[in-house]
């Protein structure tokens, strides 16, 4: 039987270069934005906020297909910002603190109000929050990709999933302290 996980996070919190050790470890990835593109599951573009508009269910059924067409047993990561909204056996979420996200971020040339949404989602943990009220409740881990190394993450999660100690419980990422320094 296979074990789907959802890798998500804000954007620029390490999901791809996990992703990609974790790949490396045997796990099946599925790319969803490449995927909600290929299968039809973008229907508009954002132009303000510069991102594709992409229809969640028919990007869940889609997921579906793709699991569904994939080996039966092993490792599958679904791998987006909106992983967390497919079905899957177990969440993990990237976090970054925001003033690191900042230069990732900036690093892309992405404009300050995109940029400034992305920060404020992170520090309020917006898709931890989604996952956590995931209705069928699902198992969610939590990595901080700050300054540790992503091979070392990865290893982290993957020794986590497997059951072993990997202090990734979710809640104990708190860019509190840091966001208060914005005020």
Known sequence: MSRVVSLTGTPGTGKTTIAGHLAGMGWQTIELTELARR?????????????????????SDAVAMEVRSLPTVGNILLVSHLSHLMTCDQVVVLRTSPRTLRQRLEARGWPESKVRENLEAEAVGVILVEAMELEPAVPVLEADTTSEGPDVTANRIANALDGGEADLEAGRVDWSEEVMEWY
């Open 39 to 59: 299968q039809g599951a973008v229907v508009g573009r954002d132009e303000n906020r510069q991102t594709d508009e992409v229809d969640v269910d028919l990007l």
